[in-house]
């Protein structure tokens, strides 16, 4: 079965105090990793999809890595707006291709 | 111009009762979803449409069943609530199945008294 585990729980910054989120995964097969942020009361927002390891992508301030095990999302010098709860799925490529397998996210804040 | 929209956002309701959610997205996309985060903000796929044909269906009792009018509509219908159906549900949408990024909607929270 698909899983994946995200580190830490939580995580408090000071604007400007970059860091890293982590996700862990074990999967049949990946068809693809996603990232996606969601703000308080708001459905998940897309941000990245990784395919394959070795594969980065960048948005402002945030950057996804993927490795055959594990993705983190590196967060540089942060802004107050960036604190939002972040999420990370996998999509696998037995049974149900379609599905994806979410972690329990890492909630960021950072604090001006 | 919102992308994915469910109604009503927030479901207050007593056990025994029978509600609907209802969701449509705009963006022309051909696969639907529903999700279910509880407590614990833990999101987990419950149903899949693509084209209006059912292609997943998680674990789920069968009190809850999920309808597809036409592409941009997926509903869901639940019978008979229980106090452990309290959660937020997500309605979701993408182009085709496989790797492709899912929308979500804001979600509507349902609360069973």
């Known amino acids: 079965e698909d899983q994946v585990t995200q580190s830490p729980e939580a995580l408090r910054l000071q604007e400007g105090e970059s860091s890293s989120l982590n996700c862990s995964y074990t999967v049949s097969g990946l068809r693809g990793l996603f990232w996606y942020r969601q703000d308080p009361g708001k459905g998940p927002e897309f941000l990245f999809t990784?395919?394959?390891a070795g594969e980065e992508k960048e948005k402002e301030r945030l950057k996804a890595t993927l490795t055959k095990k594990e993705s983190f999302l590196h967060i540089t010098a942060p802004k107050p707006e960036d604190s939002a709860t972040y999420l990370c799925a996998v999509q696998g490529t037995q049974g149900g291709s379609e599905k994806l397998v979410f972690g329990k996210g890492t909630k960021l804040t950072v604090n001006p | 111009d919102t992308a994915v929209s469910q109604t009503p956002k927030y479901l207050v309701t007593q056990m025994g009762n029978d509600k609907s959610i209802k969701c449509e997205q705009n963006?022309?996309?051909?696969?639907m979803y529903w999700y279910k985060q509880d407590s614990k903000k833990f999101l987990k796929i419950m149903f899949s449409y693509n084209n209006k044909e059912l292609i997943i269906n998680e674990t789920v009792p069968n009190r809850f069943s999920p309808k597809s009018p036409d592409k941009a509509h997926l509903n869901l219908h639940i019978n008979s609530l229980e106090l452990g159906d309290s959660a937020v549900y997500f309605c979701?949408?993408?182009?085709?199945?496989?790797?492709?990024?899912?929308?979500f909607g804001d979600g509507t929270r349902l609360s069973i008294l």
């Open positions: 979701a949408s993408s182009q085709g199945w496989g790797n492709q990024p899912q929308h």
């Open positions: 963006l022309g996309h051909d696969t």
């Open positions: 990784l395919y394959s």
